[in-house]
């Protein structure tokens, strides 16, 4: 869809204690920084405020929601993989760094960062990108890579509604094989294609800024991942159930 508007709901403890405070103005000026790097208005929105209890404030939590306009329905592009065979590509980079991630809250119950940079500009590039490509009709699924990592955007690309698929993967991370899957750097987006559509999406790519690799292809049953010289996989079933 093309981005038209925003609305938001901001989540925070008491205001006048002054570090509650700094996270409400802070979240306020990047909504409005992101807001203006997009063109995006914000149209409405809520706040609630003295989420607290005696163990503390909860985590400041701003939340964005947007409308955007499909012109064509045919654009409609869900997440799913489609097809053994089909080719599966990254559009962004790998990234690195474990900073604010769920991985580092749920395996250490660390909550600190650095927080993963967003640059507006590759954001736009990359949204851009996919959105051409999809309207050129050679994208079959696409999904970004947020909460998890491009490990959980693969998972949940494999998990089709009418019939689990697996995926076949490969990628030379510059980080360890647990950064490299887990984090949550910005500016990602899994696709795939078809085989006969493989060259001319490279190629359209390869005429712009966007980086972008080539991880492998949709398999039956299975999610296997080779990276930084290691070898993982699962049952996509038994993902599926924990999912």
Known sequence: A???AVTDNLNFGNPYKPENFW?????VEGIAEACRAFGTPVTGGNVS???ESPAGAVDPTPT???VGL?????HITTQWFKQIGDVIILIGEIGGGLGASRFLKVREGKKHGPVPRLNFKRELAVQNAVLDLIRAGLVR???????GGVAVALAESCFNRETLLGAEISFDGQSSLVESLFNESQSRIIISCKVQDEERL???LANGTVPHARLGTVIPDELRIEAAN????WRIAELHDLW
Do not use: F, G, T
């Open 202 to 204: 490279l190629s359209e």
């Open 23 to 27: 996270q409400l103005r802070e979240a």
């Open 141 to 147: 699924s696409a999904h970004d890579c947020s909460e």
């Open 49 to 51: 405020l003295y989420n």
């Open 230 to 233: 290691e070898k993982l996989s």
């Open 2 to 4: 093309r981005p038209l």
């Open 70 to 74: 499909i012109d064509n329905e045919r």
């Open 64 to 66: 964005v929601a947007m």
